[in-house]
Structure formats: C-alpha cells, structure tokens
C-alpha cells in the first residue's frame, strides 16, 4: 500500500518562504524545496527501492505553497524505516550546497 509523509519545504531553524507573509516569493519557495530534498539526499541518504520525493503544490484562499513529500510502499520495511528517520532527524539547517544553490547570504 502507498504511502505519504508531508513536510515543509526548508529546514525548521531557518527562514523559509512563508505564504502570507511579506515577500513570500512563490518560485523561491520552490526553490527552497527542491533544494531541502537534495540537503535530505545529503544528509540522511535517498529513499530506498521503489521510494519518491515530490513537491506537492498546497491552495488556500492566500494562493499556493509547497510541501515536499516523500512517497513510499508501507509493506517495505526499509521505506517505513526511512520514514522513521525522517521523522526523528530531518535536517535543521542548510549546508553550504543549498545555501550556493539558493543564493543565502551566510550567517
């Protein structure tokens, strides 16, 4: 059976784009999870066997934001394994690779 788990699309202690919010840039924001998924990639590794990564565009009456979405076989032991992980240690800041890809300024 299929299965999902849904996160936001940049790292929990940096400031991401935020729909509502001034300056949310939509195409930034992309941006920002196209790159969380390889900082993820890098850190944690790429889901194993049949297991995806998407970008899931989200509507509200303030427009369309993105959550990224990793999509796996709930019989496969390694993919709810990986899921696992993902949930006790997603990356909590970029790298110097995401922050080259998104143009951040360093802190």
Same mark, same amino acid.
């Given at each position: 059976?299929?299965?999902?788990?849904?996160?936001?699309?940049?790292?929990?202690?940096?400031?991401?784009?935020?729909?509502?919010?001034?300056?949310?840039?939509?195409?930034? *924001?992309?941006?920002?999870? #196209?790159?969380?998924?390889?900082? @993820?990639?890098?850190?944690?590794? %790429?889901?194993?066997?049949?297991?995806?990564?998407?970008?899931?565009?989200?509507?509200?009456?303030?427009?369309?934001?993105?959550?990224?979405?990793?999509?796996?076989? *709930?019989?496969?032991?390694? #993919?709810?394994?990986?899921?696992? @992980?993902?949930?006790?240690?997603? %990356?909590?800041?970029?790298?110097?690779?995401?922050?080259?890809?998104?143009?951040?300024?360093?802190?």
């Amino acid at each position: 059976m299929r299965n999902t788990a849904v996160f936001k699309p940049f790292p929990e202690n940096e400031p991401g784009q935020i729909l509502g919010f001034l300056g949310y840039d939509h195409e930034k *924001s992309h941006e920002e999870a #196209q790159s969380f998924i390889g900082l @993820i990639h890098r850190d944690i590794g %790429p889901g194993p066997g049949t297991s995806t990564w998407s970008i899931h565009t989200n509507h509200n009456d303030l427009g369309a934001y993105y959550t990224i979405v990793y999509n796996f076989e *709930s019989t496969d032991k390694d #993919q709810r394994k990986y899921a696992r @992980i993902l949930n006790e240690r997603l %990356p909590k800041e970029w790298d110097k690779q995401a922050i080259d890809e998104l143009g951040l300024i360093l802190r």
